[in-house]
């Protein structure tokens, strides 16, 4: 008979999701795999869950480990106004804090500096928990830990990967994991295919694309309405986290299929966290019941749906 290993009470088993940080690997990039920013707020720009500020963030990849694993790469770019850049992700299920929780990542820079690790931020009630760690960092790859106490928080929590970056410095992260108890553990390795759908929920896209008809793999099926309205819906791969906010490119990047046209209008005709409905105008009438499929026969083109934290 198989022996189960039975974690200490400090240590809750967590069955197939160990790690609560969705997307801790930095595998999934839906919107952008290399971007550089002047802003100085935080926004979800490239890899998702994780939202980052100024400063250049790029997906690369390296052995961490023994491992080849994706890897955030945050570079000082061009300017001075890179100082203080770092990224964090907001947990949804704020209430794991309720008990004693610890966060490891894998650090490294292109030369020997600091960083601060860990610190915790209540979106509720406007206020720092916990202070964040400072570290030295250097050229290999080092794991660091921080231990959280039982915490309270009155809304979703912010909990900082990496912060304070130096000026002039570029970093690499690696491995971002977050567990119950006080006991750090191996860095659980997730499917591509599951952490993709994880991240789906709260953010998911449909691009444009150019080349033979590869454009009809982007395309939103429904049907004429009346003389030039359509009306068409599209399922969620996955169901999302709440109703999303839904963001068109331009005009000028859509086509109508059969008639090979650009709409004159897009907009949401309402939806829920499984589906969207949209309402088209064709600069031309068609006659009601006749098909219309909405493509996007440019790379620029893009339908997002976001329902982030």
């Not at 928990?129 to 921080?146: C, H, L, P, Y």
Request: charged share 20%; net charge neutral.
């Amino acid at each position: 008979m198989a022996l189960s290993k039975i974690l200490p009470a400090s240590q809750e088993q967590y069955v197939g999701a160990r790690n609560l940080i969705v997307n801790g690997n930095f595998a999934v990039w839906q919107r952008n795999t290399d971007s550089e920013t002047t802003s100085t707020s935080w926004a979800y720009r490239t890899v998702d869950r994780f939202q980052i500020n100024r400063g250049r963030y790029r997906k690369t990849s390296d052995t961490v480990d023994g491992r080849t694993v994706d890897v955030v790469q945050i570079d000082p770019a061009s300017g001075a106004y890179h100082g203080g850049r770092g990224m964090f992700t907001k947990i949804e299920d704020y209430n794991v804090y309720d008990k004693p929780t610890v966060l490891s990542v894998y650090v490294k820079a292109d030369a020997a500096t600091t960083a601060e690790i860990g610190q915790l931020y209540d979106y509720g009630g406007g206020s720092t928990v916990q202070a964040g760690t400072s570290v030295n960092i250097t050229t290999d790859w080092q794991r660091f830990e921080v231990q959280y106490s039982a915490q309270t928080f009155s809304q979703v929590a912010a909990n900082y990967i990496v912060n304070a970056l130096v000026d002039g410095r570029t970093y690499y992260v690696a491995m971002a994991q977050l567990e119950t108890g006080t006991q750090v553990t191996p860095f659980e390795h997730r499917l591509f295919g599951d952490e993709l759908a994880r991240c789906k929920r709260y953010f998911n896209q449909i691009k444009g694309a150019t080349g033979g008809f590869s454009h009809i793999s982007s395309g939103v099926m429904g049907v004429y309405n009346s003389g030039n309205q359509g009306l068409l819906r599209y399922l969620f791969p996955t169901e999302m986290r709440a109703v999303p906010t839904v963001t068109f490119s331009a005009l000028s990047t859509y086509d109508l299929e059969p008639f090979d046209t650009a709409p004159s209008a897009i907009s949401s005709g309402g939806g829920t966290t499984k589906a969207m409905a949209f309402n088209v105008t064709d600069p031309s009438s068609r006659t009601k019941g006749f098909a219309m499929m909405l493509t996007m026969d440019q790379t620029a083109g893009y339908i997002k749906f976001d329902s982030e934290l």
